[in-house]
C-alpha cells in the first residue's frame, strides 16, 4: 500500500519537498494558505500521485504530514487532523521573518519545542531544517556513497526519528540524531551546521552540532 504524505506549505521547500515524494513512490496531497484551487500548475506538474487540499485536509489524508511553514505564536496548524500522526517541522525561527517570540530568545525553548505545545497528541520532528531546498536533489546519493551528505533530525519521539532516517535515506542521505526537542537548535540559523547547509557528512555534522553555540537574540521591547 503506498504511502501518503501530507504537505502543508506549497513554497520553495514544501514544494521541492512533494517533488522528492513523488519521484521516490509516494502519494502527495498539499496545502498552500491561499486555498486548493491555487496550487492548479504544481499539481499538474507532480502529477497523478499529487492532488491539493486544505490544511485540514493534507494533514487528515497524511499518513504522516510535513509542515512547511512557519510557527505562529497562536496555533494556526489543524491540530485535530494532525493527532497521532508524525509531523515533520521545517521551519527556522528567523526574527527577522517571524517577529520575536521571547521564550525562544531566552533560551527557554526551541521553534519546534513550540510547535509540539502546539500539537500535543501528535509526533513533532525537526527535519529537513538545514538544506537549501534545491540541493533535496543535487546533494543526494545512494546508501553507502562515500561522504555521503547527512542531515540531522531531533524529537521526543523514537518513532519520530526511525521515521525520518528511513525518509532521508531513500530521499539520498545520511542521518544524525541530534534529540531531544530541546536540542534542536543546534542546527538553526547562525549554527557551524546552518553554514555547512551545501555538504557535510554523518561525522561533519555531528561535530558541527556539538560545537553550536547559544545565540542571543535582541528581544524587541
Keep these: 500500500m503506498t504511502t501518503t504524505i501530507g504537505i502543508i506549505g506549497a513554497g520553495e521547500v514544501g514544494s521541492q519537498l512533494a517533488r522528492a515524494?513523488?519521484?521516490?513512490?509516494?502519494q502527495v496531497v498539499i496545502a498552500n494558505s491561499r486555498g486548493p484551487e491555487t496550487?492548479?500548475?504544481l499539481v499538474?506538474?507532480?502529477g497523478p500521485s499529487a492532488r491539493a487540499a486544505t490544511a485540514a485536509g493534507a494533514a487528515e489524508a497524511g499518513d504522516f504530514v510535513i509542515i512547511a511553514v512557519p510557527l505562529k505564536l497562536v496555533n494556526d496548524m489543524p491540530v485535530e487532523q494532525l493527532a497521532g500522526k508524525i509531523v515533520l517541522d521545517t521551519n527556522n525561527y528567523m526574527s527577522w521573518r517571524d517577529g520575536h517570540f521571547p521564550a525562544i530568545d531566552s533560551g527557554e525553548k526551541t521553534v519546534h519545542e513550540l510547535r509540539q505545545e502546539q500539537l500535543p497528541t501528535s509526533k513533532v520532528a525537526k527535519a529537513f531544517t538545514h538544506i537549501q531546498a534545491p540541493r533535496l536533489f543535487l546533494s543526494a546519493s545512494p546508501p553507502g556513497t562515500p561522504g555521503r551528505h547527512a542531515l540531522s533530525v531531533s524529537s521526543d519521539h523514537s518513532e519520530a526519528v526511525e521515521l525520518v532516517t528511513r525518509l532521508y535515506d531513500?530521499?539520498?542521505?545520511?542521518?544524525?540524531?541530534?534529540?531531544?526537542?530541546?536540542?534542536?537548535w543546534r542546527s538553526g540559523p547562525g549554527q557551524p551546521a546552518w553554514a555547512a547547509h551545501a555538504h557535510q557528512t554523518r561525522e561533519q555534522l555531528a561535530a558541527n552540532l556539538a560545537g553550536a553555540r547559544r545565540i542571543t537574540y535582541p528581544v524587541r521591547g
Design 21 to 26: 515524494a513523488v519521484a521516490h513512490g509516494y
Design 39 to 41: 496550487l492548479t500548475r
Design 44 to 46: 499538474d506538474e507532480l
Design 170 to 184: 531513500e530521499f539520498g542521505f545520511d542521518t544524525v540524531d541530534n534529540s531531544p526537542l530541546s536540542e534542536s
